[in-house]
């Protein structure tokens, strides 16, 4: 049986980012987690209006991670304000890169 729930932690200030269901909610592509904000579980995500171009998924933004100690990790996540429309999973999500070396997933049959 597979994995159904995931949760993913910033190990240094030991903060769960994001918590919730594998799938539509926290999707794996490409590398990377795109968490819908209902999984979300911190609000420390600050735009830093820096812009970014892929050839196929469009137009995002880096985001910076203010953990709750008010240390500030640049560009630890993105977020897609021109998304292409065939990736609807991917629209207005916060994504981290599944391997970034300051995040550790946990994923579950139990949540």
Same mark, same amino acid.
């Given at each position: 049986?597979?994995?159904?729930?995931?949760?993913i932690?910033?190990?240094? %200030?030991?903060?769960?980012?994001?918590? #919730?269901?594998?799938?539509? %909610?926290?999707?794996?592509?490409?590398?990377n987690?795109?968490? %819908?904000?209902?999984?979300?579980?911190?609000? #420390?995500?600050?735009?830093?209006?820096?812009? #970014?171009?892929?050839?196929?998924?469009?137009?995002?933004?880096?985001?910076?991670?203010?953990?709750?100690? #008010?240390?500030?990790?640049?560009n630890?996540?993105?977020?897609?304000?021109l998304?292409?429309?065939?990736?609807p999973?991917?629209?207005?999500?916060?994504?981290?890169?599944?391997?970034?070396?300051?995040?550790?997933?946990?994923? %579950?049959?139990?949540?």
């Amino acid at each position: 049986m597979s994995d159904k729930y995931i949760k993913i932690i910033h190990l240094p %200030s030991n903060t769960i980012i994001a918590k #919730g269901t594998l799938g539509w %909610s926290i999707t794996p592509f490409e590398g990377n987690y795109y968490v %819908s904000k209902k999984c979300l579980f911190t609000d #420390g995500f600050r735009i830093n209006f820096f812009p #970014g171009l892929c050839i196929y998924k469009f137009l995002y933004v880096w985001l910076d991670f203010v953990t709750p100690q #008010g240390e500030i990790r640049k560009n630890f996540g993105w977020m897609y304000w021109l998304p292409n429309p065939l990736f609807p999973f991917i629209w207005f999500r916060v994504a981290i890169p599944q391997e970034h070396p300051e995040i550790r997933v946990e994923k %579950s049959n139990e949540l």
